[in-house]
């Protein structure tokens, strides 16, 4: 395989070249660092690294611990794949680092059981590590500063990249997220102050700290630091993950995939938005389109509505079944889907499910309700030729019956 | 550094799981999991045994193994194919796929062959969308895999199987 090329994570640094800057520079100094970089989570969140960090380093406590969440179950998301097969020791020196500057001894890999036979080779990085004094005891010869990690497996269930439900799966519990606060900067696993983050965000932070914040700062946008990691799939000549600095616009991501007659675009997968092509001109940040870093292409010859319809199955399959907003609605918004294309759905009822796609998105318990009717709502709002409504009153009397 | 996955936990002895313990809740997955990897499938029995071991209710135990959809209380095959349902593997063809699949097997979606060798059954996204449509063996991923080349598939496993 040809040698991947990317302004951060792609870009060259030599092995544990952030670990040894972190040793030299001290606990509050990586804080700092990573605070001026301006470090966003990658997971599709956005919330600022250093103070998720600051803020588990603050609390006093006797065990704290660091969770690299690669639990990727968006649909479209590979990038994680990519990571953990090629740059895992990267990935783990950026755990080591975080550990480090929290206080934490401990960390975990959570790995979805999708990629459980990547596995034997994560391992083999990890005993490398060992051998090479970056884990175990007295790291690097930092006297008092020993780290573990131990991999965990998922076992096929989505909501659990969600923080609080992957902390619950890890205790052995069925991953239902927990209600916050308390955050798991206080509260996390077995109710230690705990540092939950993204394989790609864990991923950077060696480069920010062996380049300097500024050189980070550098790439992307104002608000929106660094690059990102695109899994590109679907109707395009070269699928695959692309690293893009914040900024780029959908239009440019296009070209990098060779995508052509392009209808749409579903940025964010199943919990993202479809976007269509009056709207390539976007960009890809946390302050136009944030995301995760799924993009699924879409040709002319797609009608959008078949991709509504798979997203909601997917939630319906998925989501945990604990708050009413998304339990209910997920499946009501599926029949609805399922109507419209048959062509029974009256613009009245249309208006309801839309307003309950809208009370989901604010009532919902977790990030999946929550951002479970994106889709439908960024459909029915931007792909109007893709459907027809009904006139006649009559069948939605039937439907509703 | 301990070896991950803390699958040693549990040992079988005269077709009893004996956990060792001191084990404590939060390695009910990994336990499961190992169990799971033996035998196919939890039974109602091993639950109860694993509530023991952990000190816990049988019913926490059975919660969990039925969120979970890697783990199963009911007899599956030996192979379980799993075909990736998301989007992009639609649009690149996985319903033909399972559809070949269902006649080089068959069976319907979501049934075991009667010799017990093969479950087909679909899953969300398995993270090779670049590589659509794509399936999961077992734990093994493949991708690229077109109805044509299912026959063939089919075949190599029960080569590898019978062996």
Redesign the interface.
Known sequence: MSERLGPVIFSRIEPYAGLKKALELGKNEVLETIKKSNLRGRGGAGFPTGLKWSLTAAVKAEKKYVICNAD???????K??VLLTEYAKLVFEGMIIAGFAIGADAGFLYL??????F?PGI?KV?FEM?KEGA??SSIMGKKGFDF???????????VCGEESALIE???????EPRNRPPFPVNTG??GHPTAVNNVETFANVPHILAKGPDFFKKIGTDKSAGSKLL?????CKK???YEVPYGISLKGVLKLVGAVNVKAV?VG??SGICVSKKDFGRKIAFEDLSTGGSV?V?DAK?NMM??VE??LE?FK??H?GQCTPCREGIPVLLEGVQLIRKGGCSKEYLEDLRSLAETMQCASKCGLGQSAPNAFISVVDGFQKDYKLSNKKKEEKEFNA | ??????VEKVIEKNGKNIIVCNE???????V??DIQDRKGYISDRDMQEIADGLGIHPVEVY??VT?????TSKKKGKCIIRVS????N??SGSKNVIKAFERALKIKLGETTKDGRFTLET??????????PAI?VN???MGKISPNKVGQLIADLKKVRSK
Do not use: W
């Open positions: 990727e179950g968006e649909p479209g998301t590979f994680d794949r979805r059981g999708e990629y459980r036979s596995l391992e990890l060992q884990l175990g573990n990690i131990e991999i965990r497996l998922g076992e096929g269930a989505y799966s890890l205790e052995g519990n069925r991953g696993f077995e899994s590109i799939s679907g109707d699928p695959g993950v579903a997968g199943a699924v879409f797609r078949d991709a798979n997203f997917f399959e998925e945990c | 550094m301990k070896p991950v996955c803390a404590t809740r939060s390695h009910l997955l990994p499961l999991r919660s969990v969120f979970y959809s890697f783990l349902n998301c989007m992009p639609v649009m899953t969300g996204c398995i993270g090779m969308c670049d590589q659509a999961m734990d093994q991923l």
